[in-house]
Nanobody, 125 residues
Framework: QVQLVESGGGLVQAGASLRLSCATS????????MGWFRQAPGKERLFVAA????????YYADSVKGRFTISRDNAKNTVYLQMNSLKPEDTAIYYC??????????????????WGQGTQVTVSS
C-alpha cells in the first residue's frame, strides 16, 4: 500500500518559516516526480512546487517563487517544502503527491498518481 504522509504544518505568524515533510512508503521514490499542492477553504487545489524524478529540476508557482524551496532525499524517501517569509495568503492545507516519471505534467493535479492526507498551514497577520 503506497502511502504519503505529510507533517510539519502549524500556526505561525507572517514572516515566519516552516518546513513541511512528506514521508513515503511502498513507493519507488526515485522514479517519481514529487509535487506540493495547497488548497484553501472554498478554493481549488493549486500547484505550489515540484521536483522532477531525475536531474533535480524544480518548479514553483509564481506566488511562492523565491520564498519556498522544494527538495528531496531519495535515501529517506522523503520530499520537503521549506517555506520562508510566510504570508497569510499561504494559509491552506498542503498536500504532497507523486507522479511517475513525468517531466511535463508536474503542475497538473489530475495527473498525479498518489496523494497524502494533507497538513494544515495557518499564517496569521
Amino acid at each position: 500500500q503506497v502511502q504519503l504522509v505529510e507533517s510539519g504544518g502549524g500556526l505561525v505568524q507572517a514572516g515566519a518559516s516552516l518546513r513541511l515533510s512528506c514521508a513515503t512508503s511502498e513507493l519507488t521514490f526515485s522514479a517519481y516526480t514529487m509535487g506540493w499542492f495547497r488548497q484553501a477553504p472554498g478554493k481549488e487545489r493549486l500547484f505550489v512546487a515540484a521536483i522532477l524524478w531525475t536531474g533535480g529540476t524544480t518548479y514553483y508557482a509564481d506566488s511562492v517563487k523565491g520564498r519556498f524551496t522544494i527538495s528531496r532525499d531519495n535515501a529517506k524517501n522523503t520530499v520537503y517544502l521549506q517555506m520562508n517569509s510566510l504570508k497569510p495568503e499561504d494559509t491552506a492545507i498542503y498536500y504532497c503527491a507523486g507522479l511517475f516519471r513525468s517531466y511535463s505534467d508536474y503542475a497538473l493535479k489530475s495527473k498525479y498518481h498518489y496523494w497524502g492526507q494533507g497538513t494544515q498551514v495557518t499564517v496569521s497577520s
